[in-house]
């Protein structure tokens, strides 16, 4: 199915319904929720995901699950996708915040098939295989670090925000301290309890999640280094290389997919 809205197929008594949809540039789906899970692929482009937890990107060769009834908004970065919508009986995934996912190249091929499959597919015969393998294989695949967590607190949650909209490498703990009237210590303890993980390596990954958004974009690579805060491009590179396994030119607009 392609380019048809979910409420017209979503009463269908199949476990796995698959929509192909062609979104253009920069299009934002904002806040809303499905009565099913979904698994969402972006056969081409990137993009970011948010929720009440936090922010996601999701570059080319991977996909985000979206549990049953999670609000979400999606942006769209010259993205043309792929949707599974998953009845919550069947989810293939458990727990009830989005994950980023590894789409291996087998994955990827049906995802692609199941763009073809009607909505009331015969689910004894090929069709029917078809979507329970992909499920199956959704529910291997491996979760991917492009996830920055928000905050319940409120004043840091704020900063946290203001932070993913412009990001930059140099912020420093001690200013956002100040910001909420804590010591540094006070402050590194209350970041930790709240995000699971220490400010440097929370800013980092909001650092990463945004270089990926502006690389798809066709940012160059030394722009979006020095835009981010960082020494030279060449630190950036190592930064990025080490985190993700591949330099920034691998996820520029003219990533070839395997």
Known sequence: MRNIPLDSVDAVARPVLAISTDYPQ??????????????????????????DDGAWVVPPDSGVWIPAGKPHRVRMVGVSTCSLYIEPAAA???????EVLKVSPLLRQLLLASGDVPADYDAKGRDGALMRLVLHEVARATSLPFFAPLPRHPALAALCVAFLRQPGIRDLPADWAR???????????LFRQET???????????CLLAALSRLAEGQPVTSVALELGYDSPAAFSTMFRKRLGQPPSAYGPDRQQH
């Open 92 to 98: 293939a995934r458990k727990g009830d915040q989005c």
């Open 26 to 51: 920069g299009l934002l789906l904002d806040t809303h929720t499905h009565r099913r899970a979904q698994f969402l692929y972006g056969a081409t482009g990137l993009m970011e995901v948010g929720t």
């Open 196 to 206: 699971g993980m220490a400010f440097g390596q929370w800013r980092q990954q909001a």
């Open 179 to 189: 910001r909420l009237h804590k010591s540094e210590r006070s402050f590194s303890r």
